[in-house]
Antibody, heavy 115, light 110 residues
């Protein structure tokens, strides 16, 4: 059973870069696509982007200029960097397996952006 | 890229059937058979309930079904149960090779 676990600072400062890592256990990161999705408090889901094991990526057009998703197959991890953050980026950030049909989600990690 | 349109809330009594709609455009729902539905209970991660418009993953109750007509997809839950009370989100592949979610629908079981 593949499990995903997000890790990273729970607090980010305005205008700085938010960085999160997702560790995949119980299976290989190869052979699947991996996504980042976020959910602001009491609001809906927003797809951020995805990556596959070879590093091919695709991002939400509204976030594309600020987002970088990368993969480290040696550590079975993939990561998210979101630059120039504002309070609007405060959200529960999920890492997940899949793109069109996301069948496995991490528990999510709350990131609060504050000055 | 605007979110897909879902009703904010729906409700039904135990045993009844309800349908949640999800409206997009010809660039997303109408153009591809890649609509998924997710169930999210409070404080929990979303769970995949339907993929590719109408496919039910293993382990998902057959009371859940999906369909699509034109630019609108639908999720139907039959034989409503108290445990079905949750938020439901649709998502679709888009012509920009990206994904887009609906705004979410809160289902209340009366």
């Amino acid at each position: 059973q593949v499990q995903l676990q997000e890790s990273g600072p729970g607090l980010a400062k305005t205008s700085e870069t938010l960085s999160l890592t997702c560790t995949v256990s119980g299976g290989s990161i190869r052979g699947s696509y991996w996504s980042w999705i976020r959910q602001p408090p009491h609001k809906g889901l927003e797809w951020i982007g995805y990556i596959n094991y070879s590093g091919s990526t695709n991002y939400n057009p509204s976030l594309k200029s600020r987002v970088t998703i990368s993969v480290d197959t040696s550590k079975n991890q993939f990561s998210l960097k979101l630059s120039s953050v504002t309070a609007a980026d405060t959200a529960l950030y999920y890492c997940a397996r899949g793109v069109r049909a996301i069948d496995n989600w991490g528990q999510g990690t709350l990131v609060t952006v504050s000055s | 890229q605007s979110a897909l349109t879902q009703p904010a809330s729906v409700s039904g009594s135990p045993g009844q059937s309800i349908t949640i709609s999800c409206t997009g455009t010809s660039s997303d729902i109408g153009g591809y058979n890649y609509v998924s539905w997710y169930q999210q209970h409070p404080g929990k991660a979303p769970k995949l309930m339907i993929s590719d418009v109408s496919n039910r993953p293993s382990g998902v109750s057959d009371r859940f079904s999906g369909s699509k007509s034109g630019n609108t997809a639908s999720l139907t839950i039959s034989g409503l149960q108290a445990e079905d009370e949750a938020d439901y989100y649709c998502s679709s592949y888009t012509s920009g090779t990206t994904e887009i979610f609906g705004g979410g629908t809160k289902l209340t079981v009366l």
